[in-house]
């Protein structure tokens, strides 16, 4: 059982504007470096809740339905954080001072903010209800970290391209082109983290699904 959280946007910006041109026209932009940090925690794994305390807090999240319960959870927090450092320089194009801007630099952070295990205080660690239990909820770690792995590789491609797609922005305003820049490169954040969530919700759904080899139906003798 799995409860994802995604830990909201943030971006902060750093501006470097050192000369004054007379070109007419904003020159092309270099390769932007675009750095991932990805946060790849190994898991938390507890037992200080009960069965009925791990259920509760399942239900609150809508992941069991009317006669199921819940034998463990994970819980998941995904962060992303983008930091940006733009390079441009004024010019005069037509009497009119602009303003040539690109980005030289990304900095982003993508991964598990945190990554924790719950399993119920009332399977002593080494029985077989604990084992079955903490090998389901271990599967869905595995899927939640080679997720989180697949796609900061995923975000990092996605943010050079769309860098480059963008090109120098040629814009009267400092403000302007750096509002530009950001709500660029957060729609390809939400585009990449959609694309994330739907395809690990698809792998636990399975991991979950009544005939999975991760059911715990007649797995030991008693629950």
């Known amino acids: 059982m799995i409860k994802l959280r995604i830990i909201g946007f943030t971006m902060l910006v750093i501006g470097i504007f050192p000369s004054v041109s007379v070109a007419d026209r904003c020159a092309p932009p270099s390769s932007p470096n675009v750095q991932v940090l990805l946060l790849d925690p190994e898991p938390r794994i507890t037992n200080d809740k009960s069965l009925h305390q791990i259920n509760s807090m399942a239900a609150s999240h809508g992941l069991v339905h009317h006669g199921s ?3 463990g959870t994970t819980q998941s927090a ?3 954080s983008l930091k940006m ?6 010019h005069v194009r037509n009497q009119e001072t602009m303003h040539c801007m690109n980005i030289d630099a990304v900095e ?9 295990v719950n399993l119920p205080r009332e399977y002593p660690v080494g029985s077989c209800q604990y084992n079955v239990v903490r090998r389901h909820e271990m599967a869905h770690v595995s899927v939640n970290r080679q ?7 995923v975000l990092k491609s996605q943010l050079e391209q769309e860098i480059m797609r963008m090109g120098t922005l040629d814009v009267r305003t400092m403000s302007r082109g750096a509002d530009m820049f950001q709500s660029r490169l957060k729609a390809v954040y939400l585009a990449v983290s959609k694309q994330f969530d739907a395809e690990i919700q698809k792998f636990h759904s399975e991991i979950d699904a009544p005939n999975s080899p ?3 139906t007649n797995a030991c003798r008693s629950w």
């Open 69 to 71: 319960r819940a034998l």
């Open 78 to 80: 995904v962060e992303l």
């Open 85 to 90: 450092k733009f390079l441009g320089y004024q």
């Open 108 to 116: 982003a952070r993508f991964g598990h903010r945190q990554l924790v």
């Open 147 to 153: 997720g989180v792995r697949k796609y900061a590789m």
């Open 214 to 216: 991760y059911s715990a």
